[in-house]
């Protein structure tokens, strides 16, 4: 019973910790979605100088949420791989 308390009190964070992350990969995805329109938006009207500007800014915002979003994803990996022990581990007492 112990055990049985002990997986689902995992299993309940992994899945709250599972909806954060994707979440916060979600706005990351967002995020760089946006910044692909301002850019086409950025190269259709301004100069190409100013452009080149705003491109450089832009690729830097991408690459801090390219950062974040791969962190994010690794977590979760990571979250789903205990999780499966977990459940391995409870599956051999079971048997």
Same mark, same amino acid.
């Given at each position: 019973m112990k055990d049985g308390l002990i997986k689902k009190a995992i299993d309940a964070s992994v899945a709250e910790k599972t909806k954060e992350l994707t979440e916060r990969l979600e706005y990351a995805a967002q995020g760089i979605d946006s910044l692909l329109i301002t850019l086409r938006r950025e190269m259709d009207v301004k100069h190409p100088h100013q452009a080149a500007q705003t491109l450089q800014a832009l690729a830097q @915002?991408? $690459?801090?949420h390219a950062?974040? @979003?791969? $962190?994010?994803?690794?977590?979760?990996t990571?979250?789903?791989c205990i999780q499966e022990v977990v459940n391995a581990e409870q599956k051999k007492e079971e048997d």
């Amino acid at each position: 019973m112990k055990d049985g308390l002990i997986k689902k009190a995992i299993d309940a964070s992994v899945a709250e910790k599972t909806k954060e992350l994707t979440e916060r990969l979600e706005y990351a995805a967002q995020g760089i979605d946006s910044l692909l329109i301002t850019l086409r938006r950025e190269m259709d009207v301004k100069h190409p100088h100013q452009a080149a500007q705003t491109l450089q800014a832009l690729a830097q @915002a991408a $690459a801090r949420h390219a950062v974040f @979003a791969m $962190a994010h994803e690794a977590q979760l990996t990571t979250l789903l791989c205990i999780q499966e022990v977990v459940n391995a581990e409870q599956k051999k007492e079971e048997d």
